[in-house]
C-alpha cells in the first residue's frame, strides 16, 4: 500500500461534527489531520498529491472497539506479542483504528502474562498504519457467578481489590476499563478505587437490584458492559440493571449489535430510550472471528462457532464473531440512525470516555489522522490510521 507524508482525500461525502458534508476533503500530514472542508479547488493546497472518492462514499472517524478479546486467530489470553501485531494488521479490515484488548476471568497467572505482554507493546507501539492498543478493558475477575455468561466460575473472584490493584501495576496502568459487579462483597470499595484512579468502572456479570445500581453510580460506576447480556434483566417491579441503563443519565452502555446477544426491538429499545450518546457499539469478539466455522478456545473453553453463533457446549453464547462495520450496519438497519449518530456510537462516544477526544473520535483539524472510507452500503472500503493507508478493498 502507498505511504504519504501528505495527501488530501476529496470527493466523498464527510461526517464531522454533528453533521454531514457533500463534496468533502479530510488533508492529511504525516499523522495528523490538518484541515477539513468541502468543494476542493483545483489551486487549493498547491502540490499535495490528492486521492478522489465517488460522491457516494462517506468517511467517518476509524471506529473505536473497547470489547474485544481478539479475532484473526488470536486470543488477549494467548498473552503473546504476535496477538497486539495481528489485531493491529487485521482490525482495519472492519474500519477500527483503535481499540482495548480484553481479557477473561482467568487464574491470576495468566491475567497477568497477558496485562504485562499487552503493556509492553503498548510501550514501544510507535507504527502508523495499524490498529492502536489504547489499553485493556479487565473483564471480570470479579464478576457474580449467577450472570457468568461464558466466564469461567472456579476463577471468579470476589472483595479483591488488592488483585486489581496488582493488575492494574502489572499492566503499568494501561487497564482504561474495568467489568464487575458491584454487589458483590467489596464490590462497592472497588468501584470507588476504580473511578478514583482514573479508569472506568463498568457494572456487567452482575445480578444488581436497582438500588444497587444506584449505589453503585453514586460510588463512581459509569458504564454498563454489553447490555442485556450477563445481568439482571428488566422486570416492572424490579428494573435490575437494564432499568438502570435506561434511566439513569450517567451510565453509558456497550451494545453487541449483532441480531443474537440483543434482538433488533432490544437494540431499538435502547437506542430510542438512551439516546445514541448513551451507546458504544462494540463486537466482544473472540478468536474466531475472520475465520472459518469449528471449534476455538476462549478462556481455556471450547467454544463452537457455525455460521454467525459462537457458543460453550452448554449452548451459552461465548463472545462474538461480529465486526465493527457489520454493528454499524446492523444499527442502522435495525434504528435508522443517521450518519452523525452512528459515527459518534463507534468513535465519539467511546473517545469521549476514555478521555481520548482531544486525539481520537471525529474527523476536525489536529486529531489523530483516523479515518475510515464506507461505501453506499456501507461496507469498508479503505482505513486510514495516523495518516498512512492500512486496509483497501479488493473493489477499491
Known amino acids: 500500500?502507498?505511504?504519504?507524508?501528505?495527501?488530501i482525500l476529496h470527493g466523498m461525502k464527510l461526517v464531522t461534527d454533528g453533521d454531514v458534508w457533500t463534496n468533502g476533503y479530510i488533508?492529511?500530514?504525516?499523522?495528523t489531520i490538518i484541515a477539513v472542508g468541502k468543494d476542493l479547488k483545483d489551486d487549493d493546497f498547491s502540490g499535495i498529491p490528492r486521492r478522489a472518492y465517488k460522491e457516494n462514499m462517506v468517511a467517518f472517524p476509524g471506529f473505536i472497539d473497547i470489547h474485544t478479546h481478539g479475532g484473526y486467530g488470536v486470543d488477549v489470553m494467548d498473552g503473546k506479542q504476535e496477538v497486539f501485531e495481528t489485531l493491529g494488521a487485521s482490525l482495519?479490515?472492519?474500519?477500527t483504528t483503535a481499540y482495548l484488548a480484553t481479557t477473561i476471568t482467568q487464574e491470576k497467572e495468566n491475567i497477568t502474562r497477558a496485562l504485562q505482554t499487552g503493556a509492553a507493546y503498548y510501550r514501544r507501539q510507535r507504527e502508523a498504519g495499524v490498529a492502536e492498543l489504547l489499553g485493556f478493558h479487565l473483564e471480570g475477575p470479579f464478576i457474580n457467578a449467577k450472570k457468568k455468561g461464558a466466564q469461567p466460575e472456579e476463577h471468579i473472584k470476589s472483595d479483591a481489590l488488592d488483585?486489581?490493584?496488582?493488575?492494574?501495576?502489572?499492566a503499568d496502568g494501561t487497564i482504561r476499563v474495568v467489568t464487575y459487579a458491584p454487589e458483590t462483597l467489596g464490590g462497592l470499595d472497588l468501584t470507588a478505587y476504580i473511578s478514583e484512579t482514573g479508569a472506568i468502572p463498568s457494572i456487567g456479570h452482575s445480578d444488581a437490584t436497582y438500588e444497587e445500581m444506584k449505589?453503585?453510580?453514586?460510588?463512581g460506576a459509569k458504564h454498563i458492559t454489553h447490555l442485556y447480556n450477563g445481568m439482571r434483566g428488566f422486570h416492572h417491579r424490579e428494573p435490575g440493571v437494564v432499568g438502570a441503563a435506561y434511566t439513569i443519565d450517567e451510565l453509558k452502555s456497550e451494545i453487541i449489535v449483532d441480531g443474537l446477544h440483543s434482538s433488533p426491538p432490544a437494540v431499538a429499545t435502547a437506542y430510542r430510550t438512551g439516546g445514541f450518546r448513551n451507546l458504544f457499539l462494540i463486537t466482544d469478539s473472540m478468536r474466531a472471528k475472520g475465520l472459518q466455522d469449528g471449534t476455538f478456545d476462549l478462556g481455556g473453553q471450547d467454544v463452537t462457532v457455525q455460521g454467525e453463533k459462537a457458543i460453550l457446549a452448554d449452548g451459552t453464547l461465548a463472545g462474538s464473531i461480529i465486526t465493527m462495520d457489520r454493528c454499524l450496519r446492523n444499527m442502522r438497519a435495525y434504528t435508522d440512525a443517521t450518519l452523525p449518530e452512528l459515527a459518534a456510537m463507534t468513535a465519539g462516544n467511546q473517545a469521549k470516555a476514555l478521555g481520548i477526544d482531544d486525539r481520537k473520535g471525529s474527523i476536525v483539524p489536529h486529531?489523530?489522522?483516523?479515518i475510515v472510507l464506507l461505501n453506499e452500503h456501507l461496507d469498508v472500503e479503505e482505513t486510514w490510521c495516523c495518516g498512512q493507508l492500512a486496509y483497501q478493498s479488493e473493489e477499491r
Not at 500500500?1 to 495527501?7: I, K, Q, T
Not at 488483585?163 to 502489572?170: D, H, I, N, P, S
Not at 449505589?215 to 460510588?219: E, I, L, N, R
Request: hydrophobic fraction near 35%; proline fraction near 6%.
Open 27 to 31: 488533508f492529511l500530514q504525516n499523522e
Open 163 to 170: 488483585l486489581y490493584k496488582a493488575f492494574q501495576q502489572e
Open 215 to 219: 449505589t453503585a453510580v453514586a460510588a
Open 367 to 370: 486529531k489523530d489522522a483516523d
Open 1 to 7: 500500500m502507498p505511504r504519504h507524508s501528505s495527501v
Open 92 to 95: 482495519p479490515s472492519e474500519g
